[in-house]
C-alpha cells in the first residue's frame, strides 16, 4: 500500500505558474504509474496528467498540453506537475493518483492509491 501527500497549490494570477509536488510513502513507489486529477467545484473529476513507473512515456488532457509538464524523481518518492500558462478554468482541487497496473491510464478507476488533494485557484 502506499500513501500519497499532495502539496505546492495556492493562489496565483491567470498566466503564473504553480508545480505541485506529490510525496509517496513507502519502499515501492518505482513500481506505481503515477496520475494527476482535478475536479473543480459542482464537475467530475478528470485526468490532467499521467507517467509511466520509469518516467519515459507521458499523457495530457487536450485542455493542458503544452501548459503542463508531469516528472517524477524514484529517488525522492515524489511526483511533480509543473503548471504553466495558468488560466482561471484551471481552478480545482488536484489528486495525485497510483496505479499498480503496469498499463499506464486515463481512467479515473484505473488507479488504486489517492491523495487528499490541493487547491489551485487562478485568479483572472
Known amino acids: 500500500q502506499v500513501q500519497l501527500v499532495e502539496s505546492g497549490g495556492g493562489l496565483v494570477q491567470a498566466g503564473g505558474s504553480l508545480r505541485l509536488s506529490c510525496a509517496a510513502s513507502?519502499?515501492?513507489?518505482?513500481?506505481?504509474?503515477m496520475g494527476w486529477f482535478r475536479q473543480a467545484a459542482g464537475k467530475e473529476r478528470e485526468f490532467v496528467a499521467a507517467i509511466t513507473r520509469s518516467g519515459g512515456t507521458t499523457y495530457y488532457a487536450d485542455s493542458v498540453k503544452g501548459r503542463f509538464t508531469i516528472s517524477r524523481d524514484n529517488a525522492k518518492n515524489t511526483v511533480y506537475l509543473e503548471m504553466n500558462s495558468l488560466k482561471p478554468e484551471d481552478t480545482a482541487v488536484y489528486y495525485c493518483a497510483a496505479d499498480r497496473s503496469p498499463v499506464l491510464t486515463t481512467r479515473e478507476y484505473g488507479y488504486d492509491y489517492w491523495g487528499q488533494g490541493t487547491q489551485v485557484t487562478v485568479s483572472s
Open positions: 513507502g519502499r515501492t513507489f518505482s513500481t506505481y504509474n
